[in-house]
C-alpha cells in the first residue's frame, strides 16, 4: 500500500512537468513565425530598443531552443505565451511595428500569423 502511494505521489509530481516535444504542424508553425519577421521591412522592440527581421529571428529561434531544451514548448501557441510575447528578463512586452501599420505587441501580431498560416494549410 505505502509503495503504491508513493507511485500516485510521484506521478503527481512529474506531471506538470512532462511535455511532448512539438509535432510535425507544431514545427512547422513555430519555424513559419520564427523566420516571418526575417526578411520583412517589420521592426521588433525588444527591452525599450529596436531591432530589425534577422536579429528578432535570430533571438526568438534562442529562445525557442532553449524553451526545447527544458521541454516546455510543445506547440505554436505555447512558443508564442513563452517566447515571443514577452522578455523573460525584464517582463516587458515585446513590439512590432511594421510599415504602414500601427505598432502592436508581439504576442497579437504572432497570433494573427499563427491564425493566417492555418486558414491557408489544409
Known amino acids: 500500500m505505502f509503495r503504491r502511494i508513493c507511485l500516485i505521489l510521484a506521478a503527481l509530481l512529474v506531471a506538470p512537468f512532462a511535455h ?3 509535432g510535425p504542424q507544431a514545427q512547422r508553425e513555430i519555424a513559419q513565425l ?4 526575417d ?4 521592426r521588433f522592440q525588444r527591452n525599450g530598443s529596436w531591432y530589425d527581421g534577422s536579429d528578432a529571428r535570430a533571438h ?7 524553451l526545447l531544451k527544458k521541454n516546455q514548448v510543445d506547440s505554436a501557441e505555447q512558443f508564442i505565451e513563452r517566447a515571443a510575447s ?3 528578463m525584464s517582463g516587458k512586452p515585446y513590439r512590432i511595428q511594421c510599415p504602414g501599420q500601427p505598432e502592436q ?3 497579437a501580431w504572432f497570433g ?4 493566417a498560416l492555418r486558414q491557408r494549410t489544409p
Open 20 to 22: 511532448a516535444a512539438p
Open 34 to 37: 520564427i523566420s516571418s519577421l
Open 39 to 42: 526578411g520583412s521591412q517589420c
Open 60 to 66: 526568438l529561434q534562442r529562445k525557442y531552443d532553449y
Open 86 to 88: 514577452q522578455s523573460s
Open 105 to 107: 505587441t508581439a504576442a
Open 112 to 115: 494573427a500569423r499563427l491564425q
